[in-house]
């Protein structure tokens, strides 16, 4: 650990005293143009913004998470090794492990709602630490998924990623494919309507579309979701009781899949099959909040065109 | 013994007897009530029919059977266990505090079960049930063991001490698995509330066993609670085994709140609230402050949840949290009113 | 009642200790030396203790290292004097609160002050979306109020320590369902948010939170300190408050407002850390052995407290950073529990 006494001047003097060749610069959703002498390398991301980056062939040095990695929806098939796990609390981050990567720049997502970014104040915040060693910046949580993704290749091409690569392009490629697919299967069933849901013990929680960017981008792309009459405040979900599960009768179910559990709660309710659909086992998977690159997006696009063409879009009629 | 001399006695006696029988009347008018009202309106007609001719294609009538039912049967129980629970504690501890949660019982059950979804992805309530109770007990057993290290044994204030000590470091525990796994946080948070909802059957077969265990248990140490709450030294004049009658009380308050906590979560407030109002109205004697308890606890944990199905449609609020929203400012109003419950 | 009749366990309480004491303080004292130096030099980067010494100086010497300076003068310092400072409130304001209500669970966790701030603090980050200095200020005003509300509750003809410590168990079992109930209302980041929150953590340790805590301090300590003395004269009591009248009543009002006051600011710095107001009164007083309460040897007990779960949840697990409020409980409250079982004489926690 000694050689980090040495190359710690260095870092810090390299935020300082320009001498390379190409200067960088970003501008978030904050408005914040972070601008750096040279093109920033060595890279910390949140869970988000590294399940963004790592299909792009940006390898961050080291992750903070919410919770622990192996649980993060984002980053699941990800390959990480060599990458420093830095933080696998909210709100929590090794600042000092963080200082010894030697960063250039943190990576993360803008949150417009609730003005942070991820990690929350605490980590990334204008008073934290973090900011104190390194500028932090990234794309802005929006209404669609596929901008978000967009963003992260404009950022990563400009970290001097290589996008033309088979493996991204084909990626990318797949997800084109999915997509058209996809809208094809929805077009073919002008009637079909979709609810998504999260269920758990003690209520059905029904989500508004706005509310979810992988959702919007389904609406814009035809599909026909149920939107729930009384969203809660801030217009996320309506809450159903149990007695109630039968309000709403779409022809087709999703369900919020960040954990394993949800679906397994839904089915254990006596009264989740008084949704017709959920009787006939129309029922799949809705990728919650979590869509961060081009291959996970192709993959639940297929699975969910798989059950579209499936489902019986007069069933509720 | 003269006329004179017994004849108000009696009559506070036949008084309290005709109390206890008004409130089982009222306890079984809740629980139709329960059965008859939800956050779904279903027409007293329909629920009787439901009642008398069950149709199983009849979305009304799966209600009322999977989800009312249960959950009123769940409700009674949890409420009488929680009622003795809190009165058994308060005299075997004499500490006007004593509560369930106090003695560590909650967050030994909180741990299991956070550990339970975090390591072994269970997912539903029936599977936390034996969780739950294992860790209420082994958490009380654990705190009535330090406390009864030294030379007198558990005194109510070691057992209070080492209870809030206990639950403390159980939360830390629970604190820590939280933050680290957002799908054990999203599970807990709602059964950490304390609820019936989403309650089957099969709990209640689980569950009834203890509590009707505990029941007997703690009726059976009744008179040995009055004794302890005069002061150890009265109860040793009294010819009580101090050490075993507390030890017994303590058991009996594992069972019955471990079984509770299994069933609906940690509620808080009712052990706590209930055998004080029972007090108010009976007087100090256990003899009468646990059947008061008994029945009190069921009509304010049902109440409540009735309620809680109604004020927030289409969607319901916990139980947990109406018993707390209404049982506060009546406990409040109970300590102001009177000249000090002393137990 | 608890122990009612006989000598009450938390009886009496002087500014003035004996030799004993004085002995007891300085070791204690020592050990929060030993604690604060171990902070400051233990992490994932490597400073040499020389080279700790020398940044600590370089305020005064000039830079030594920039990146030597930023760990030890940016980061661990200012968490080691928050986990101090923070500590030594939670703790004097915990045996005051006993002291008062002669009781050892009334202190500020369990009577509802540390949940008023919590409920204030959850419903500005779930509801109102606040963060920062805002939230802080949330939860600072939402624990004065609890305070307020609860003594006026428990105001008839005088405050009774009982009905005190009653009605604030009430008021905060309310205000825990509130909690509750937001939780489940809540997007589970907004849950997260306020889960840290409530945990309490010395992450945002820097000048903006040390400061206003460290004022606080400054005047609340001599203030609760000079109140204190001959403090078993004021304790509370519905027969004693009638017998000496309204100046003891007023100046036992202040010492309950003081209290509240190290409390809340203490929460507003670093959130509700669990149990160390608690724990430190019971803790300093079976080191002190006399069965009375000390307050200064209490406030060392919490800043040690404090500063030694920090340096735990921080280095005891690798690739894992905890907050404070994690171990507090667990630390604390397993040398609360050991003390209990190896003291022989009963009562006298």
């Known amino acids: 650990m000694t050689k980090l006494i040495l190359i710690a001047p260095l870092l810090f003097a ?50 903070y998470a919410d919770s622990v990695v192996a649980q993060s929806k984002p980053l699941q098939g990800l390959d990480l090794s060599g990458i420093e796990i830095i933080g696998s609390v909210w709100g929590q981050i090794d600042i000092e492990k963080a200082a010894a990567l030697q960063p250039d720049l943190v990576i993360a997502e803008y949150w417009p709602m609730d003005g942070n970014w991820s990690g929350g104040e605490v980590v990334t915040g204008p008073e934290s630490p973090l900011r104190q060693l390194v500028p932090v910046t990234g794309p802005t949580q929006g209404d669609s998924i596929l901008s978000l993704i967009e963003d992260y290749e404009q950022l990563a091409a400009s970290l001097g990623a290589d996008l033309t690569v088979p493996a991204i392009e084909d990626a990318k490629r797949a997800f084109q494919a999915a997509r058209s697919e996809f809208e094809e299967a929805v077009a073919a069933k002008p009637d079909l309507t ?25 609406s814009r792309w035809g599909l026909n979701l149920i939107d729930p009459e009384n969203a809660d405040d801030r217009g996320y979900w309506e809450t159903l009781s149990w007695e109630n599960a039968d309000k709403y009768q779409p022809d087709l179910i999703m369900v919020d899949d960040r954990s394993e559990q949800t679906m397994a709660t839904a089915l254990a309710q006596p009264t989740w099959t008084t949704m017709r659909a959920a009787e006939t086992g129309a029922v799949t998977d809705w990728p919650a909040f979590w ?14 065109t798989v059950a579209i063409k499936a489902a019986d879009q007069h069933l509720t009629d | 013994m003269t006329w004179a001399d017994t004849a108000p006695v009696r009559v506070l006696a036949d008084r ?46 799966q209600i009322i059977w999977a989800l009312r039912i249960p959950r009123t049967l769940i409700g009674i129980g949890v409420g009488i266990a929680l009622g003795m629970a809190g009165a058994v504690l308060q005299g075997a501890t004499r500490n006007p505090l004593a509560d369930p949660s106090i003695l560590g019982i909650h967050a030994g059950a909180a741990v299991l079960v956070v550990i339970g979804i975090f390591i072994f992805g269970l997912t539903s309530f029936s599977q936390y049930v034996w969780l739950a109770f294992a860790g209420a007990g082994a958490a009380m057993l654990f705190v009535y063991s330090v406390a009864s290290l030294g030379r007198e044994g558990a005194t109510p204030v070691k057992l209070a001490l080492a209870g809030a000590a206990t639950t403390a470091a159980l939360m830390s525990v629970v604190s820590a698995v939280l ?27 689980q569950v009834v066993p203890f509590l009707l265990l505990g029941t007997v248990l703690a009726f059976a140490i009744g008179r040995t609670l009055d004794g302890l709450a005069m002061g150890d030294d009265v109860a040793r004049g009294l010819g009580q085994n101090v050490a075993v009658s507390r030890g017994l009380a303590g058991l009996a308050a594992v069972i019955l709140a471990g079984g509770a906590t299994a069933a609906a979560g940690p509620i808080a407030f009712v052990g706590l609230t209930v055998p004080h109002l029972a007090r108010a109205i009976t007087g100090p004697s256990y003899r009468w402050i646990l059947p008061y308890s008994m029945l009190i606890a069921p009509l304010l944990l049902l109440g409540s949840d009735i309620l809680g199905r109604i004020v927030a449609p289409p969607g319901e609020v916990q139980v947990g949290i109406v018993t707390a929203a209404l049982g506060a400012p009546v406990f409040i109003a109970l300590v102001r009113r009177r000249k000090l419950a002393e137990l | 009642m608890l122990e009612k009749s006989r000598a009450l366990p938390v009886t009496s309480a002087r500014l003035a200790l004996t030799r004993h004491e004085l002995v007891v303080t300085c070791w204690l004292s020592l050990g929060l030396a030993a604690l604060f130096a171990a902070s400051l030099y233990l992490g994932d980067y490597v400073v040499a203790p020389l080279d700790v010494v020398r940044s600590l100086l370089s305020p005064f010497t000039g830079v030594q290292t920039q990146g030597v300076d930023f760990i030890v003068l940016s980061l661990r310092l200012p968490r080691a004097i ?25 202190s500020p966790d369990i009577v509802g002050i540390s949940t008023g701030a919590s409920a204030a603090a959850v419903f500005a980050i779930v509801v109102l979306g606040w963060g920062g200095a805002l939230l802080s200020f949330g939860a600072l005003a939402g624990a004065l109020l609890t305070a307020v509300a609860i003594y006026l509750l428990a105001w008839r003809d005088g405050v009774s320590p009982y009905r005190v410590v009653l009605i604030g168990i009430a008021v905060s079992a309310m205000l825990s369902a509130v909690i509750s109930y937001l939780f489940t209302r809540a997007r589970i980041f907004e849950v997260q948010q306020a889960m840290a929150w ?100 209490t406030m060392v007990v919490g800043s040690c407290v404090m500063l030694g779960s920090d340096m735990l949840a921080q280095h005891a697990l690798p690739n894992t950073q905890l907050p404070v409020g994690v171990v507090t409980g667990l630390f604390g409250a397993s040398f609360l529990l050991w003390l209990l079982a190896m003291s022989n004489r009963q009562g006298r926690v």
Request: aromatic content about 6%; proline content about 4%; hydrophobic content about 55%.
């Open chain 1, 14 to 63: 390299s935020l300082h005293v320009g001498v390379a060749a190409e200067e960088w610069r970003y501008t978030d959703g904050s408005g914040q143009t972070v601008e750096l002498d040279e093109v920033p390398k060595r890279i910390i991301a949140s869970a988000d913004a590294a399940a963004g980056l790592i299909p792009l062939g940006i390898r961050p040095v080291g992750i």
């Open chain 3, 198 to 297: 409530l945990v309490g953590s010395l992450n945002a340790a820097n000048t903006s939170e040390i400061i206003p805590l460290a004022l606080a301090l400054l005047i609340l300590v001599p203030t609760g300190l000079l109140l204190g003395r001959g403090l078993s004269a004021l304790q509370l009591g519905d027969d004693t408050a009638r017998a000496l009248g309204s100046r003891v009543e007023l100046s036992r009002l202040s010492l309950l407002l003081c209290a509240v006051a190290l409390s809340a600011f203490s929460t507003a710095a670093v959130g509700p850390v669990a149990f160390v107001a608690f724990v430190s009164g019971p803790i300093a007083r079976k080191l002190l052995g006399t069965g009375r309460n000390g307050f200064v040897p």
């Open chain 3, 82 to 106: 928050l986990a101090i400072l923070a500590g030594a409130g939670f703790a004097l304001s915990g045996v005051m609160f006993q002291t008062l209500l002669r009781n050892p669970l009334a």
């Open chain 2, 16 to 61: 309290r007897i005709v109390g206890l029988v008004a409130m089982v009347l009222a306890l079984i008018g809740t629980a139709l009530a329960s059965i008859g009202i939800g956050a779904r309106s279903i027409a007293p007609e329909t629920v009787w029919t439901a009642l008398v001719a069950f149709d199983p294609q009849s979305t009304d009538h």
């Open chain 2, 179 to 205: 933050l680290t796994s957002l799908n054990t946080l999203d599970e807990i948070r709602f059964w950490q509330v304390g609820s019936l909802a989403g309650r089957d059957m099969s709990i209640f077969t």
């Open chain 1, 291 to 304: 869509l961060r690159n081009y291959a996970a997006y192709a993959r639940e696009l297929e699975h969910l």
């Open chain 1, 194 to 218: 979709v609810l998504a849901v999260w269920a758990g013990e003690d209520a059905l929680y029904v989500a508004a579309t706005e509310g979810a960017a992988e959702l919007s981008d389904f």
